[in-house]
């Protein structure tokens, strides 16, 4: 299962995406740490980092998506008596698809995660149902079966002239 002590919400138009932990499991009281994430404009969306496995707990990781075109990463960290999450790292997604010369500069971009999981899952399937044998020659599988068998998150990004992008997250931690 997801590590279930983090808890994050977002309200509409909000920037402060609110970070809950619960301190403690099994009794009748229950207690929370809380915080906040700043970002400079409304929060779009966020997303938790999905475990390979169904059953595992893994480190948090989470990515909100902002108004201002940038994706953040928020990883957990082990401070003196807390855990918070802090600021991984971004991604531009504005300048993660070129823009045209008739594109506005406030030009919205879309974009989601598809997690390592996923991504290992559909490889498998691709191998599964071609089944004949000529997998290692086939360069496209081979390449997306490298990616699958890293530590690797995509980032894709789609902007409204039918434009995508996709970005490799690695070693996330």
Known sequence: SY???????????????????????????VHFDYGYLPHPRGVTSIQWRKPFHVDQTIENVLYS???????RVWTSTDGIGSYTL????KLD???????????????IRWAFIVS?????NAAEKVVQEQGNGQEKEDVALQYLLSIANRDTEICVVFDGHGSMSAWALENIS
């Open 3 to 29: 590590d279930s002590s983090y808890i994050a919400s977002v309200g509409y138009h909000d920037r402060l995406v609110k970070i809950w932990r619960r301190l403690n499991f099994g009794s009748e009281e």
């Open 65 to 71: 998506f902002c108004a201002d075109n940038t994706l």
């Open 86 to 89: 802090q600021l991984w790292g």
């Open 93 to 107: 997604l504005r300048g993660a698809i070129p823009q045209g010369p008739n594109t506005l500069e406030q030009e």
């Open 116 to 120: 390592q999981r996923d991504l290992a």
